[in-house]
């Protein structure tokens, strides 16, 4: 579990930048190098210490290889819309 706010703070960024990268038709090889550039540029930059940038990088591995992380919702037919 994440507890420092600026690795928390990375993290909501990795995985909105992950979704975002789905959803334009990208896959798990490419997220995941996408991801691994990330966290080379956080060792590069020092921008958090080395311990932290490992847990985010565990983190983020386990939303990124999560089943249910990308899933989409069923599109709701025209009748279940005016019923809701």
């Known amino acids: 579990m994440l507890q420092d706010a600026q690795t928390i703070r990375y993290y909501q960024r990795i995985t909105d930048a992950l979704q975002e990268q789905w959803n334009r038709g990208y896959r ?3 997220l995941r190098l996408y991801l691994d550039g990330y966290l080379a540029a956080l ?3 020092n921008a958090i210490e080395p311990y932290l940038i490992h847990r985010l990088e565990e983190e983020t591995l386990r ?3 999560d ?6 919702a069923m599109p709701q037919t025209q009748t279940e819309r005016d019923y809701y």
Do not use: G, R, V
């Open 28 to 30: 798990y090889d490419d």
């Open 43 to 45: 060792h590069h930059a």
């Open 63 to 65: 939303y990124l290889y």
């Open 67 to 72: 089943p249910s992380t990308f899933e989409t």
